[in-house]
Nanobody, 119 residues
Framework: VQLQASGGGLVQPGGSLRLSCAAS????????MAWYRQVPGKERELVARISNEYRTEYVDSVKGRFAISRDNALNVAYLQMHSLKPEDTAVYYC??????????????WGRGTLVTVSS
């Protein structure tokens, strides 16, 4: 699957944004999807993930503010972000991962989308 992230931009503190990750291919529903973020000089950080069974997990710093979801009919994963803080500023990447029946792990990364939280 190929992934394309979009929806980043400039937002004031306290504002909201919704990121989208559009997937091409027919196996999207089998993929576990996740959003990561990275700032210069730091390692890429897992922000949220949603399994192919819709189980969700979040990093503590975004719990209660961010929500990850997916629409398998549209082949899209979303990251709804509320109450944004300057420390949320980063390039956000979507990631998909699945295991084939033979046990092969497949990983796919989308290009990042920049989120800037600033007044």
């Amino acid at each position: 699957v190929q992934l394309q992230a979009s929806g980043g931009g400039l937002v004031q503190p306290g504002g909201s944004l919704r990121l989208s990750c559009a997937a091409s291919g027919s196996s999207f529903s089998n993929y576990n999807m996740a959003w990561y973020r990275q700032v210069p000089g730091k390692e890429r950080e897992l922000v949220a993930r949603i399994s192919n069974e819709y189980r969700t997990e979040y990093v503590d710093s975004v719990k209660g503010r961010f929500a990850i979801s997916r629409d398998n009919a549209l082949n899209v994963a979303y990251l709804q972000m509320h109450s944004l803080k300057p420390e949320d500023t980063a390039v956000y990447y979507c990631h998909g991962q699945m295991y084939t029946r033979s046990g092969e792990r497949l990983d796919s990364w989308g290009r990042g989308t920049l989120v800037t939280v600033s007044s």
